[in-house]
């Protein structure tokens, strides 16, 4: 959801922050804290605006990225198995990977799951925690292109505010 931003009016010139205004003014003292009622007797009015619509649009976008790229690295549920899957767990699952390849075809490990507890796994299972987050990545990336498209086609703050960034598609 985009949030206003407030502004202040003081002398026909409008400020981006009150610090700004009491810059300009550096010989007047305003009171710190002061309440709209105080700031209105004293002339200053406060202004509560959108950013601009395409400001607000980059906004967005770069909020719908971070969700998708928070969501990428969130815990991978496998075989009733909750993995770790930030960079040094997956890491460290790709190293394990590897010595199984030297390994004999039964070999297993036991492996500390998000929730803390331990569990024996194998290559296979390594293999498919990888696969559950690839197929989890792609459907994270979709989400992503069918938002963005979303809010490059918005016309307004309105339409903006509408669009949620966690939604599925369909």
Not at 9 to 15: A, D, I
Not at 16 to 39: N, R
Not at 49 to 62: Q, S
Not at 89 to 98: P, T
Request: hydrophobic residues 35%.
């Amino acid at each position: 959801m985009i949030q206003k931003v407030i502004k202040y009016k003081y002398e026909g010139n409008t400020y981006d922050s009150f610090s700004q205004l009491k810059q300009a003014y550096p010989y007047i003292s305003f009171p710190a804290g002061a309440g709209d009622d105080v700031l209105l007797a004293l002339g200053i009015e406060k202004v509560e605006t959108y950013p601009p619509l395409e400001r607000c649009k980059e906004l967005l976008i770069n909020a719908a990225k971070m969700h998708r790229n928070t969501a990428e690295v969130a815990p991978v549920e496998y075989k009733g198995n909750t993995y770790d899957f930030d960079t040094d767990s997956r890491d460290r699952l790709d190293v394990a990977l590897k010595s199984f390849s030297v390994q004999s075809d039964g070999a297993t490990i036991n492996w500390g799951m998000a929730d803390n507890t331990t569990a024996t796994i194998n290559a296979a299972d390594i293999m498919g925690v990888f696969v559950t987050s690839a197929v989890r990545s792609n459907m994270l990336h979709e989400q992503y292109r069918v938002t963005r498209e979303k809010i490059e086609r918005a016309q307004s703050i309105e339409d903006l505010n509408k669009i949620s960034l966690g939604e599925t598609i369909e």
